[in-house]
């Protein structure tokens, strides 16, 4: 099979556009918390064939999401990490078992209301934080996301209530992420895309979303803590109300 640089569904200047735009989402991500997936899964949007926007964004997320973890793997709690995972594996197996096709408006609903209140409400009980209200925040999560590709700010506000420390908020989001993306690979080449079309154009966007990656974590120094949850806490937000916005168009609420 012969591999093209630049997919044929892509002209140059609008993958050269995708480049650039992998690299700012993550600096986006890596300094604010929180948004470059799901803005960057805005964009892809608006050029890439329906069938490839979430197979193609996962795996580029994995690669974004990798390469943070890796430069900020000693700020990660991995106690966090040890009961995120098997819920991963739970939501992707049930995910790959049903492969069902969530209407969108239910979804979209779902994670704003939940974003805003772990923004804005009441702080959740401790035991919500354990090992077993990590887990099933993880297969809710990891099972939806191999359908919608937007999780990412519903994951990010849970984090949140974790951890105050910015890195280690940032590390621990990148690590879950990282193994949310990761059963991806294996149910949509399953389910028959055809990856290697892809390979390298997705090997491409991973490395601009590191250089992106490593400036972001140099902006995160700059902020210190309370600014960095109350900028944290207004990305979400506007993620959470965009998800409304567009749940009211899908539905004919706003006419």
Known sequence: MELT???????????LFLLACSALTSMITASLGAGGGVLLLVLMASWLPPAAIIP?????????NGGRAVLTRRQIDWSVIAAFAPGVVAGALLGAWLLVDLPATVWQLT??????????GPSLPKASFGPAGIFLASGLTSF????VGATGPLVAA???????????????????????????????TVAGFVFPDWLPFILAMIACGFAGT????????SLSNRWFHRIFNVVLTALALRLVWQAGVGSGWWG
Do not use: Y
């Not at 849970?158 to 059963?183: G, S």
């Open 111 to 120: 994670i704003a209301l939940f974003v805003l209140f772990l923004c804005w």
């Open 5 to 15: 640089l630049i997919p044929d569904s892509l002209s140059l200047s609008v993958a």
């Open 214 to 221: 490593w400036l972001g974590l140099h902006a995160l120094r």
């Open 144 to 147: 939806v996301s191999l359908f």
């Open 56 to 64: 193609v964004h996962g795996m580029i997320q994995l690669g974004s």
């Open 158 to 188: 849970f984090i949140k209530q974790i951890h105050r420390d910015r890195f280690t908020t940032v590390a621990t989001f990148a690590a879950a992420m990282t193994l949310q993306h990761a059963p991806k690979a294996l149910v949509f």
